[in-house]
């Protein structure tokens, strides 16, 4: 079988050299091109030496890429994609969004929340939301996926069963997460110097994050009614993973083996999501390095409080295995192709 | 002025160590004898080899260190102090416990949540809750001090205001907090194995830590009514601190501002409470290795939710520093006697 | 094409635990059981929960595991190999020990840093030390493999170009390791406590490490003279990763460039061993969870000396890598089945 | 007793930073002023929180600082300190240097490591090099010292009893060093980003660190003949501490014991070096946030090599702690005067 071509654009951050890396151990696509920017001309290895004698591609201009590929995937700060969308679309080729252009469907939220606005907005009407699990269907037939955030996957996977179901309806939900550092990405920031970020911890943004949108989006379209959260990302002092620790009240009579079954029975095809035994709790440490979500289930008993603990590793599956899955997906390989590996326990 | 002799009972766990640790820098007390069951005869500095050339204590037996002592310090698991307690007050000695044992004023709870009963109920009703900043009056008539657990002390400090106002009447009550390895003490368990721990994260105790029904007990008592609290511990791969991530509703119609103020005047004259100005964030950066309480106050504008993020150090306001603290204001020295130093900022 | 089977004694401990993980991403074998003595009977998945959905294996007792497989590996403290390598060679079956028993080739050596004695000797004359790169076309032939240990893996790529062709003659060498946590295993120990360990470093064992007569085997089979080491390990508080800083002198009259293209020329078929341009610096960050190995080469021109830097992952390159790369040498599979992953960046 | 003045010109780097905290828990100095060039005008409470409550001091220009002060430290980038001393020694102040600029002697070797040149090379012939145990009686006289690079004190420390009594004549000496990341400031760099540096390792500058004539100038001077070293420095992932393990030979006939009691002996009077008893490892863990410099050794009795581990805080003993140090010899305090702190140990 000939290998799909795909090409990354922007490939010099985080998200896009993590993709490289997955891609470059997929078994039916061969990485044709890449393109970064600001360092054009240099090898993907002289910036992230665990390439050398692996991969010899040289950032080009994104134009190449696209031009030498079937599926082009973009890792960029918000407000570049709606160009290489259409540039793809026009020529009938695949585009996987993992910045956050084709996340928001809602115009005004987007302006607010990115202080861009659309300019095609069919492009955007047609864009699928990449939330492999929950819109299979819709991201087989699409053209233009928006990748979910880290944040929002995390959050999304550990509350649809119990809002696709009604059975938290009109609750409050609290969405206390943390995250590893690499999801402020490559660029230097005082808040992510080693000695700054180091044995230390604290959340940010509270209560005013971008993926808070995204977020309330994703939920209320399971909960087929708007729903509000209140979202508190913190930062851990290590590189990768996060875990949301998510409250909410059911407002159904279950108790929590009929909530863990429904989650059982709700992931049961879903190959990256793993609803832990009743009585384990989900750590971040066993998804690291992997696609999995692992979610745990719990009850405080004395408050009827009930609580989710979900974590990814917001490289993978937070961002470029998810857009790999969602690419899978697309071109009908197995879903978890390129994807097996597990957590390195230690 | 002679100094004040001070005794350390159970001084090779953490809690204790730390301790002598802060007391040979206390200018108004000579250490006199500590303790440990395990290691009697060694010399502290054996174990910890920091203290080299600083301190030639041997570990005695308990009874030899009330003996030496006029205010006698213990560090040790739950079940162990109440005998201690009782040699003090019968010696005229004043005893400030770092466990469990006098925390709790409710025989029953403190059997359910650890397994022992109370055999002196006199010695209980009397012994005082050593939250320095409340409880400064009582404490300074107190003999026996239970010296508050590094959860609820972050807690507690956390939501006093708002409640002692009645500005949160009746609100459920989310505690999201994270805490360094340093709060599971010295002992070895798969559960803080380097390989293990480090680059992970997760909750642990979902809903049912001990430190639960000590929160409730002060919050409750704050608020002159029943008080139930959603209390979920996470395990930080750092050595020191606590973040307490705090979720309330105000009933009172009140502003961020107000809120604000209040907290700063509730506060005005404490020593080692600091409320940070708005559009600043607590980080335990600031506290660690200090008996600083660093609070910052937020509101989710879009959901009302008001957000207290409350920082301390585990070992030191959350144990032997505030036990210091406490010693302080029992026998009238400056209140921040020993406990000068700020956090090293890296 | 059948795959083979192998099994895995011992694979509750680290090095066994990761032989199973790459194990199962290797596209021509089956892992058909693995033993442990202390969890018969448990899932490998109840140790490690990165193995849920994806390995069903329940430990079983090691003979089971030899009548599964046609290829057995062990990662067993030292002493417990003899017999199993007996059974496997009386059974036909071809046999990797990543533990110590058969990697010194004198009895008494063995016997003085191991306390145990060889039974068997014709086994341990037959063994084949397992250092791919070196002894690749004995490794072919062989029954019984002794996997190198990690440290002696990094010093020997280190130095086996210079000693190979005398260029270092009759120099005594130093190495200067530093390995991450997890070279001392699954292990409760004091010295492994996360408090303990975290935000410290130190040598240890200075000048009486195992693994110098090991180093000093190979590195003497390579000179074809006497050569002794001076080697100091090193704890360095991460998970993985062996950094050998090598200090020796050159006797040849060769400048750092021609040694530069020995070492080039040297490994120009070793698909693992990358020899770094001039002016970089190896690092372990980008051969973390791989199976390769960095080298750079460094003189510090005033004083003549020669500096090799050695970078593996200790528990691939250092141990389940090498042993996998070993047996695909063994059975004539390509050399990197199953390893073909780079480290993540970041 | 009126408080001596004292000033920090360079205080919102990490050296001066340190210093400042540090010095407010100092009995016999008020800190009257400090500055920053990049900050003037700010608080330094509003760059390192730490400070809040406790120190309101904001950053002024260097010459006001010179002006309040009757100590002036300073702990600038290279080349900024001549004038400083300059103006200080004309007003007839003391002044401490954090920096390089009066550390080496030799106005050549200055230019060729440093890229600027003396000006005034009377102040650099006065300037006294603070290594406080080993020039204690020329700190005392001084008006201008060159506060030791923190690699040197570390290096200096460990090899002074061998080197001063000709122990060790003629040999090559390796200096292996490990150093915390805060040894790079507070500038961001590449190599300080949190996902770069964690859970990596590496040597920088093998050979060429600047720090290397320092150190061959103070060993030099100890030995009374010239001294060359092969320094290599390594990054360690932790926020503070060096190690340098040291390999020499002797070549005086003399066993461990009679080297261990040579160190004992030269140390006996000094109040922050420790010699360990035989068998114990120095570790940087119980030294850290001290002035502490722990000494163990080695010998590696098969290769005759002799071993010294020398383990300092580099931001106390290394740099700020030292300062003090010297300041308490220069006015007669007590030497240990503001520095009698212990490491934690967790």
Known sequence: ???????????????????????????????????????????????????????????????????????????????????????????????????????????????????????????????????SEIYHDEIEQASVIGNPGCYPTSAALGCYPVLKNHWAKGMPIIIDSKSGVTGSGKKLTEGTHFPRTNEAFAPYKVGCHRHTPEIEQTLSGFAEEPVQVTF??????????????????????????????????????????RVLDLGKTADLKFVKYSNYCDISLHMDEHTGMFIVVSCIDNMVKGAAGQAIQNMNIMYHFEEDAGLKGIAPSF
């Open 1 to 131: 079988m000939s290998k799909l071509h795909v090409g990354v654009i922007g490939a010099s951050g985080y998200g896009g050299a993590e993709l490289v890396r997955l891609l470059l151990r997929h078994p039916h696509v061969q990485v044709t091109a890449v393109s970064s920017h600001q360092y054009t001309g240099q090898t993907l290895a002289s910036l992230y030496p665990g390439f050398q004698d692996v991969c010899d591609l040289t950032f080009v201009e994104q134009d190449e890429v696209i031009a030498k590929s079937d599926c082009v995937f973009a890792a960029l700060p918000s407000g570049y994609s709606e160009p290489i969308a259409e540039a793809c679309v026009q020529q009938g080729k695949k585009f996987i969004d993992l910045g956050a252009d084709f996340r928001l469907k809602d115009a005004d939220v987007y302006e607010q929340w990115y202080d861009h606005s659309f300019q095609n907005e069919k492009l955007h009407a047609d864009a699928v939301y990449g939330l």
């Open 232 to 273: 508190v990302p913190h930062l851990l002092p290590i590189n990768r993973g996060i875990v949301s620790t998510i409250y909410l009240h059911c407002t159904k009579k279950v108790d929590l083996e009929q909530i863990h079954q429904l989650y059982v029975d709700t992931y049961a095809d879903a190959p990256f999501v």
